[in-house]
């Protein structure tokens, strides 16, 4: 066993109804004033003004920062540091998918440190704490609010930059199961899938320890368990806490074992095409986990039974079951089966190739990748 170092600085508050208990953590904090970060999306179904409500009634002064694009740019985090220090806010809410999440955790960085998004890029660039952060995941899930790392597109070159910090790690993560309970399908599909690759990822990675793979089989167990009976019926209340708590550890364990070659593609077809990073994930999996098969030592069998539909598996057991029923997967909730379904482009591939490698992603996953095997795995998945 190799050496390692597992750490949550957070507090983590789970419950159907406990996004109320918001005033009651920002008074912990002993915050007067707040920046909320969120998304016009999450404005017009009513959860902005729930919040800002909500805190209003407390005593505590509350701004909105919403102008978020999906695969959120420098632009909206400069954005978001001039609100942030014009009104005066001692924290930050991040209320939201990924998009809010990554803006909230640079902002923090930007607004204590100063810069831009790019001083910090890489692997622990941050010289010291942040504004405390309180993240309400409003998707299962991207694992945000409990991980390091913020993805922030620069709108020039389409480059996904990813920064990976400890004090980037949110100090309340509140978990509201009645938040993902109206989800449109298609996102609760994308979201499910890619907090399952976080699980899955992490059990594979070459970074992965006895306590990741504890949330990372847990997380696969609640997620693979009830994602068909979710997408089926978000206001499935059990299927909803399953799958918001899956998506945690999830998070929790690829925050500390980092992830693979999935990740590592995915970020170049949302940089360059603005394909959901959760769809961009899904349709490389069963591409990846086919190529990976080479270096399983086993797990693939456990995997395979956090997720089959069928019995479970025996010792006739082939890593190409597994592929199969990952594909199967995708087909049942609805996640196309190519890249060029989604509108990806040959002519791309050498540039993203090029983004992908620079991915620390690439380094964790079980098999060892050149260049020349990411081009062939982005041409197979096209
Ligand atoms: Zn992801």
Same mark, same amino acid.
């Given at each position: 066993?190799?050496?390692?170092?597992?750490?949550?600085?957070?507090?983590?508050?789970?419950?159907?109804?406990?996004?109320?208990?918001?005033?009651?953590?920002?008074?912990?904090?002993?915050?007067?004033?707040?920046?909320?970060?969120?998304?016009?999306?999450?404005?017009?179904?009513?959860?902005?003004?729930?919040?800002?409500?909500?805190?209003?009634?407390?005593?505590?002064?509350?701004?909105?920062?919403?102008?978020?694009?999906?695969?959120?740019?420098?632009?909206?985090?400069?954005?978001?540091?001039?609100?942030?220090?014009?009104?005066?806010?001692?924290? /930050?809410?991040?209320?939201?998918?990924?998009?809010?999440?990554?803006?909230?955790?640079?902002?923090?960085?930007?607004?204590?440190?100063?810069?831009?998004?790019?001083?910090?890029?890489?692997?622990?660039?941050?010289?010291?704490?942040?504004?405390?952060?309180?993240?309400?995941?409003?998707?299962?899930?991207?694992?945000?609010?409990?991980?390091?790392?913020?993805?922030?597109?620069?709108?020039?070159?389409?480059?996904?930059?990813?920064?990976?910090?400890?004090?980037?790690?949110?100090?309340?993560?509140?978990?509201?199961?009645?938040?993902?309970?109206?989800?449109?399908?298609?996102?609760?599909?994308?979201?499910?899938?890619?907090?399952?690759?976080?699980?899955?990822?992490?059990?594979?990675?070459?970074?992965?320890?006895?306590?990741?793979?504890?949330?990372?089989?847990?997380?696969?167990?609640?997620?693979?368990?009830?994602?068909?009976?979710?997408?089926?019926?978000?206001?499935?209340?059990?299927?909803?806490?399953?799958?918001?708590?899956?998506?945690?550890?999830?998070?929790?364990?690829?925050?500390?074992?980092?992830?693979?070659?999935?990740?590592?593609?995915?970020?170049?077809?949302?940089?360059?095409?603005?394909?959901?990073?959760?769809?961009?994930?899904?349709?490389?999996?069963?591409?990846?986990?086919?190529?990976?098969?080479?270096?399983?030592?086993?797990?693939?069998?456990? /995997?395979?039974?956090?997720?089959?539909?069928?019995?479970?598996?025996?010792?006739?057991?082939? !890593?190409?079951?597994?592929?199969?029923?990952?594909?199967?997967?995708?087909?049942?909730?609805?996640?196309?089966?190519?890249?060029?379904?989604?509108?990806?482009?040959?002519?791309?591939? !050498?540039?993203?190739?090029?983004?992908?490698?620079?991915?620390?992603?690439?380094?964790?996953? !079980?098999?060892?990748?050149?260049?020349?095997?990411?081009?062939?795995?982005?041409?197979?998945?096209?």
């Amino acid at each position: 066993m190799k050496e390692f170092q597992f750490t949550i600085p957070q507090d983590v508050i789970f419950g159907k109804g406990s996004f109320d208990r918001l005033p009651e953590i920002l008074e912990k904090l002993n915050c007067k004033i707040v920046l909320l970060v969120s998304d016009p999306g999450l404005q017009k179904v009513g959860l902005v003004d729930r919040a800002t409500k909500l805190i209003r009634e407390a005593g505590i002064q509350c701004f909105e920062f919403l102008d978020i694009q999906a695969n959120p740019t420098v632009h909206n985090v400069n954005e978001a540091v001039k609100a942030f220090n014009e009104c005066g806010a001692e924290s /930050i809410i991040a209320l939201g998918g990924g998009g809010p999440m990554d803006v909230a955790k640079a902002t923090g960085l930007i607004a204590t440190h100063g810069g831009t998004v790019i001083d910090y890029v890489g692997l622990e660039k941050v010289p010291g704490p942040v504004v405390p952060m309180v993240a309400i995941p409003t998707t299962a899930g991207t694992g945000s609010e409990v991980t390091a790392s913020s993805v922030i597109t620069d709108s020039e070159t389409k480059f996904k930059m990813t920064v990976i910090s400890r004090y980037l790690i949110p100090s309340y993560a509140l978990l509201d199961p009645d938040l993902i309970m109206t989800l449109p399908a298609g996102i609760a599909a994308a979201c499910g899938v890619d907090s399952f690759i976080h699980a899955m990822e992490a059990y594979l990675s070459k970074m992965g320890n006895p306590f990741t793979d504890a949330m990372a089989e847990k997380a696969m167990e609640l997620i693979g368990g009830n994602i068909r009976q979710f997408v089926a019926s978000r206001d499935n209340a059990e299927a909803a806490c399953n799958m918001m708590v899956g998506s945690n550890l999830a998070g929790v364990a690829f925050a500390s074992a980092l992830l693979g070659n999935i990740h590592a593609m995915s970020h170049p077809i949302s940089g360059f095409f603005g394909v959901a990073h959760g769809v961009a994930n899904a349709i490389l999996m069963p591409t990846i986990v086919e190529y990976n098969a080479l270096a399983d030592n086993g797990r693939y069998r456990k /995997i395979y039974d956090y997720v089959t539909l069928g019995k479970k598996s025996d010792d006739s057991f082939t !890593p190409d079951m597994l592929v199969g029923e990952l594909r199967r997967l995708n087909q049942d909730l609805g996640i196309p089966d190519s890249l060029s379904a989604v509108g990806v482009t040959e002519d791309k591939i !050498p540039e993203m190739v090029t983004d992908a490698m620079k991915s620390g992603n690439i380094l964790r996953n !079980p098999r060892q990748s050149t260049g020349k095997d990411v081009e062939m795995l982005y041409r197979k998945a096209l």
